[in-house]
């Protein structure tokens, strides 16, 4: 439960990857947690198999974008934690979009369940960008620059690698 409110915290901005412990096995369950939502999510429009496997492209993705980003500013020691806060903030953000996307493909002109979605996506890309600023010790400006680059990025790339079908 303490793990969890810290990602709560993380997502309210309260806390930051460096209140995050380091730790492999938490790496590992956090990357565990975030390949479940993501599965299920993906699960809903899609079958087992491709959502497996787009949602560890997801996760090698955002684990190899950290890394390169760490990298770029001299900062990979930070590695560990800002994975870890990046994955589990991903989860607490994600996680309560299950049922949301589920509502939207049952019923597809639901208007305020879509508001709702991009609204969590909005918040999404801020929680990345205040994890950046925090991990890169840059300004919020620069952490919101480059978490839209990264949420852009890897749509883009996802959308490329696994395009949607059309029923």
Same mark, same amino acid.
């Given at each position: 439960m303490?793990? &969890?409110?810290?990602? &709560? ?6 806390k930051?990857?460096?209140?995050? $412990? ?7 369950? %956090?990357a ?8 299920? =999510? ?7 198999? $491709?959502?497996?496997?787009?949602? =560890?492209?997801e ?12 990298a770029l500013?001299?900062? %990979? $020691? ?6 870890i806060?990046? =994955?589990g ?11 949301l ?6 019923? $597809?002109?639901?208007?305020?369940i879509?508001?709702m ?15 950046f ?8 400006a ?17 959308? %490329? ?7």
């Amino acid at each position: 439960m303490p793990l &969890i409110r810290l990602f &709560i915290e993380i997502c309210l901005f309260r806390k930051g990857p460096q209140d995050v $412990p380091r730790s492999l096995l938490l790496l590992w369950l %956090t990357a565990a947690a975030y390949l479940l939502v993501g599965f299920i =999510l993906l699960g809903l429009e899609v079958d087992w198999l $491709p959502a497996v496997v787009e949602s =560890l492209a997801e996760l090698a993705m955002l684990l190899g974008f950290v890394w390169l980003l760490l990298a770029l500013f001299k900062k %990979t $020691p930070r590695w560990q934690k800002t994975a870890i806060a990046m =994955l589990g903030s991903d989860v607490v953000i994600s996680a309560p979009a299950i049922p949301l996307v589920g509502w939207t493909l049952a019923v $597809p002109d639901a208007a305020g369940i879509h508001l709702m979605l991009f609204g969590m996506m909005l918040w999404h890309v801020a929680v990345v960008a205040h994890i950046f600023r925090h991990a890169l010790s840059q300004p919020w400006a620069t952490g919101l620059l480059l978490a839209v680059a990264y949420v852009a990025g890897s749509y883009s790339v996802m959308m %490329t690698l696994f395009p949607p079908t059309s029923v």
